[in-house]
């Protein structure tokens, strides 16, 4: 069974794309994580004053002012590989540095198939890391495995099928017992929870459950942060 944590301190890294720029209380909130900037979002971390630990990508994107600017206080490494992309090598690069707790920022990046492509790298990865993407007052996270996370009362909670997946939930107004959702047939958008636990039993297939970030409502130590493996 895995469980949410409820503290910032779990997190190894961050993983910004140029998406939505991460807010300051985000930044401020995980003062002490490392940032990893997927090329082109060196360039909005740069007009925020952020400077990132690393820049990773084939730097087609990010400007040469910025690479100027952030040399002498960034580590770029360059990843010219064209068949994945900046995102991929990103967490790639999380993965060498033995990273496994990864906040994500700025997945809705470019055209609508970027979008797509980042969600489709972040279940890739969400198989062996633990991983959160924030977007807004919402979070996003891959699941794989039987998974416990500690609620609010009447909060939206969605589960959307990576494609498939069959589930038994227990703390929802709409609870599933060994039912299948299905991408593109049926999915289970939009629930809310019952009281303040939520399990879900995962029997097969992957999930991308949302629930509400809650920042910067909630201070650090009641912030839903990243799966800690219990079992």
Sequence with gaps: MKHIAHTSSRIDAIICLKGQAPSMTLIELFADVPIIAADG???????????????????DSVLPEVLDAMRETTE??????QDINDFEKAFR???QMLWKRVLVTGIHGGDLEHT???WSVLMRFGANMDI???????IGMPLYANTSYQSEMDEIISLIPQPEATLTTRGLAWPLTLESLTLGLREGARNRST?????LEIHSGAVFMFVDARLP???????????QDES
Aim: glycine share 6%; proline share 6%.
């Design 116 to 118: 797509l492509n980042n």
């Design 76 to 81: 770029i490494i360059v990843e010219v590989d």
């Design 217 to 227: 409502l909630l201070p650090a130590t009641t912030q839903p942060a990243i799966l």
């Design 93 to 95: 690069f999380a993965q």
């Design 41 to 59: 979002a060196a360039n909005l971390l740069y007009n925020l004053e952020i400077l990132p630990e690393y820049i990773v990508g084939d730097l």
């Design 195 to 199: 009281g303040e636990h939520v399990e």
């Design 132 to 138: 959160i993407a924030i977007d807004g007052e919402r």
